[in-house]
């Protein structure tokens, strides 16, 4: 089994910052893309930024300049610094890793809970 484990979220003043961490534990033997996204209610689910094994970012438009996310390789942990935080940016966000499990052939996405994000303006 995988888990991911995220923290860091709550409550912020528009122009404020938050960081994000997401933890991953369990049988992994490696772990390739990790990234965050973020979903409203009744909205679908949207990319925020991704990181691969390498280093390599990719960031969505509405977040670049502002957000960066980075990734601790030893501790299989990912980041989400963000700052210049808008009331568009309140959210559920979630993390996501590209896991290859013990005994397993293939990569498998997982998922954290979720973490609440509330931005008030």
């Known amino acids: 089994q995988v888990q991911l484990v995220e923290s860091g979220g709550g409550l912020v003043q528009a122009g404020g910052s938050l960081r994000l961490s997401c933890a991953a534990s369990g049988s992994i033997v490696s772990i390739n893309d990790m990234g965050w996204y973020r979903q409203a209610p009744g909205k679908q689910r949207e990319l925020v930024a991704t990181i691969s094994g390498g280093g390599r970012t990719n960031y969505a438009d509405s977040v670049k300049g502002r957000f960066t996310i980075s990734r601790d390789n030893a501790k299989n942990t990912v980041y989400l610094q963000m700052n210049s935080l808008k009331a568009e940016d309140t959210d559920v966000y979630y993390c996501?890793?590209?896991?290859?499990?013990?005994?397993?052939?293939?990569?498998?996405?997982?998922w954290g809970q979720g973490t609440q994000v509330t931005v008030s303006s």
């Open positions: 996501k890793a590209e896991c290859l499990r013990v005994g397993s052939v293939g990569l498998y996405d997982y």
